[in-house]
């Protein structure tokens, strides 16, 4: 059974920095791509990031390029999400997710999310 | 960046109707690179269609995707009390990833 597990969450003032982590089980981690979307309180889904299966690629949205950084421990199957510069519009419940297809893919399986609010 | 308009924002039906929701593309991408995703309040998304028109792992058949291009087009034929949730798309053949902003079933 697939399994993803957030953490790392929590409340962080303006301009600070959170990492958040994802622990997988139930799948051979290091053959899927993987991904980070968020979701805002009352709001939609927005894709934040994703990595490849290997690491060596990375994407970002426009709203977090350049602030954010995603990486992964094939070791540990644990995906990372590096969190600098925060602001209050990146307050959300941020899901980590199983992509199929690489990049140009779905995501198939979803963790309950873990709540990141960015407020002084 | 493909922006998604799903429409209607919300659908107000009873139990054992028929639901129809859409998708529309601000410009095509990908042939057919479209999911949509169900979530209930409190969880997280689940998958139910990819690729416009093939069901996930474990979905029943009463859900079914169709469309192309820029539309595309979700279908529940026969809503079951579980149904009612909010539904979005994505499209995933064009950078970056785009959700639209979703539909709400409720029970009317």
């Known amino acids: 059974e697939v399994q993803l597990v957030e953490s790392g969450g929590g409340l962080v003032q303006p301009g600070g920095s959170l990492r958040l982590s994802c622990a997988a089980s139930g799948f051979t981690f290091s053959s899927y791509a993987m991904s980070w979307v968020r979701q805002a309180p009352g709001k939609g889904l927005e894709w934040v990031s994703a990595?490849?299966?290997?690491?060596?690629?990375?994407y970002y949205g426009d709203s977090v390029k350049g602030r954010f950084t995603i990486s992964r421990d094939n070791s540990k199957n644990t995906l990372y999400l590096q969190m600098n510069s925060l602001r209050a519009e990146d307050t959300a419940v941020y899901y980590c997710?199983?992509?199929?297809?690489?990049?140009?893919?779905?995501?198939?399986?979803w963790g309950q999310g873990t709540l990141v609010t960015v407020s002084s | 960046e493909i922006v998604l308009t799903q429409s209607p924002g919300t659908l107000s039906l009873s139990p054992g109707e028929r639901a129809t929701l859409s998708c529309r593309a601000s410009?095509?991408?990908?042939?057919?690179?479209l999911a949509w995703y169900q979530q209930k309040p409190g969880q997280a998304p689940r998958l139910l269609i990819y690729g416009a028109s093939s069901r996930a792992t474990g979905i029943p058949d009463r859900f079914s995707g169709s469309g192309s291009g820029t539309d595309f087009t979700l279908t529940i034929s026969r809503l079951e009390p579980e149904d009612f949730a909010v539904y979005y798309c994505q499209q995933y053949g064009s950078s970056p990833r785009t959700f639209g902003q979703g539909t709400k079933v409720e029970i009317k």
């Open positions: 997710a199983k992509d199929v297809g690489g990049y140009y893919g779905f995501s198939d399986y």
């Open positions: 410009q095509s991408f990908r042939s057919s690179y």
């Open positions: 990595i490849s299966g290997s690491g060596g690629s990375t």
